[in-house]
């Protein structure tokens, strides 16, 4: 089974507005990444939270981790049309395999 | 410097044709990983390999499925008499070293079984 899961499957927002989801995992954790896909692309690393870290920013991107309740969340400010992509969360229950979960597909309208 | 590279992008089979998709890692990296991603799912680990050596292939397909990284040339994910259930985009990622903190993955290659 998967070993993260992204909440909610899908979110539409506008312009400008913020884009908030979530990941949940089962087991302990090293290190969680959140990637980037648009459409019939490749993955784009965004941000890498280490298990003793709490928050992380990179530009508009915020990302925070609770261990004690197994879950992330990934904030998108002031969103883009170039936001328009889904969004998948990863961890390693082992050093080298990545779990991903399905994922949420973000549309960002004009 | 290059980034991984994925060849053919796209590649359509009829059922019970074989399959190769390739992977160039990028430069100075010797640790090739491949992941499949089924249509609306996420990517599975299938095998992580080093040079000459297969070091968990525990997410491959027991039957039909291959992989290997030759000590020189890209590593080869070959796929047997496929079937429509191996209609997936397949990744690679590779690293310097045996982590999942630098794995940088390619473009993909979306197989379409006809």
């Known amino acids: 089974s998967q070993q993260g899961e992204e909440d909610p499957q899908a979110l539409s927002i506008q312009e400008g507005e913020n884009a908030t989801m979530n990941c949940s995992y089962k087991?302990?954790?090293?290190?969680l990444q959140w990637y980037r896909q648009n459409s019939g692309r490749g993955l784009v690393h965004l941000i890498l939270i280490r298990s003793n870290e709490r928050e992380k920013h990179s530009g508009r991107l915020r990302v925070t981790l609770d261990t004690s309740k197994k879950s992330s969340s990934l904030l998108i400010t002031a969103s883009r049309a170039a936001d328009t992509a889904s969004y998948f969360c990863?961890?390693?229950?082992?050093?080298?395999?990545?779990?991903f979960g399905a994922g949420t597909t973000v549309t960002v309208r004009a | 410097n290059a980034g991984v590279m994925q060849n053919p992008r796209h590649l359509v089979r009829r059922r019970g044709q074989e399959a190769r998709l390739r992977c160039s890692p990028m430069?100075?990296?010797?640790?090739v990983y491949w992941y499949r991603q089924l249509p609306e799912e996420g990517l599975k680990f299938m095998v992580y390999l080093q040079k000459e050596n297969i070091i968990d292939e525990s997410g491959m397909p027991k039957e039909r499925f291959s992989a290997e990284f030759p000590k020189e040339g890209p590593s080869i994910l070959r796929i047997q008499q496929v079937v429509r259930g191996d209609s997936a985009a397949y990744f690679c990622?590779?690293?310097?070293?045996?982590?999942?903190?630098?794995?940088?993955f390619g473009p993909g290659t979306r197989l379409t079984v006809t």
């Open positions: 087991t302990s954790i090293n290190n």
């Open positions: 990622a590779s690293s310097p070293s045996g982590t999942v903190y630098e794995q940088y």
């Open positions: 990863a961890t390693d229950p082992d050093d080298y395999k990545l779990s």
């Open positions: 430069k100075g990296h010797s640790h």
